[in-house]
């Protein structure tokens, strides 16, 4: 970058940043200047559950993709013996990752329903 375009940035950045942070959104919801929850969620529980179940439908379709790109790499191996135990090394990390996505619900639950039982929430 030349000394000239660094000039003109740092003096854009510093004239337009404190007109973004001091800009109204203009939206329709009023907080009265209270701290408005970006996030939606009413609780810590709901949305660590909610990440959860969002990093559980990315590891899904993660898992497929892995699942389908080792196949091809079975049928590319085409019997090589070296290429093969690579692959079947792929497919074993590939099951105990859709193993761990699976159990990682399960294992929230638990959690969720032995916090329950002791009586935090």
Excluded: C
């Excluded at 959104?25 to 990440?51: D, F, K, R, Y």
């Excluded at 792929?90 to 638990?110: D, P």
């Amino acid at each position: 970058m030349s000394m000239r375009l660094l000039k003109y940035l740092s003096l854009s950045a510093t004239l337009l940043l404190p007109a973004l942070a001091f800009a109204d959104g203009g939206g329709s919801q009023s907080s009265g200047g209270a701290l408005v929850n970006p996030l939606g969620t009413a609780s810590l529980q709901t949305l660590v559950v909610n990440i959860l179940n969002i990093l559980i439908q990315v590891g899904t379709y993660a898992i497929i993709l892995m699942l389908v790109f080792v196949g091809y790499k079975f049928v590319a191996a085409q019997g090589n013996s070296y290429k093969l135990a690579e692959v079947r090394s792929m497919l074993l990390w590939t099951v105990i990752g859709g193993l761990i996505l699976l159990g990682s619900k399960a294992i929230a639950m638990a959690i969720q329903a032995t916090v329950t039982a002791v009586g935090g929430g």
